[in-house]
């Protein structure tokens, strides 16, 4: 079966480190993106990275928040640098997964929670 997991990892220095990797039986995958969703609220686009290496971020984020993929590997991550209270929402990963060379799925990650506090 086809996933996207996510994780979260803090890293020396009080950064964060988000991970999604994509698990079972995948053929390909194209453009990855990072959400965001505060109770109550719309799902918000964060960043993407496109299969060609292009890189994509909101304004609220921008010089803050830096996506990497290696497209070796079917692991995406957001790394969060200068944190800020309103950065606190459920981060949901998003990807364009083929599973095969003749199917084509749009998929998110489960979510996974990020609190910042002052």
């Known amino acids: 079966q086809v996933q996207l997991v996510e994780s979260a990892l803090v890293q020396p220095g009080g950064s964060l480190r988000l991970s999604c990797t994509g698990t079972?039986?995948?053929?390909?995958?194209?453009?990855m993106a990072w959400y965001r969703q505060v109770p109550g609220k719309e799902r918000e686009w964060v960043a993407t990275r496109t299969h060609g290496g292009r890189r994509r971020y909101a304004d609220s984020v921008k010089d803050r928040f830096t996506i990497i993929r290696y497209d070796d590997e079917n692991t995406m991550y957001l790394e969060m640098n200068s944190s800020k209270v309103e950065d606190t929402a459920i981060y949901y990963c998003?990807?364009?997964?083929?599973?095969?060379?003749?199917?084509?799925?749009?998929?998110w990650g489960q979510g996974i929670q990020v609190t910042v506090s002052s």
């Open positions: 998003e990807a364009d997964v083929w599973p095969s060379a003749d199917e084509r799925r749009r998929m």
């Open positions: 079972g039986n995948i053929f390909n995958i194209y453009d």
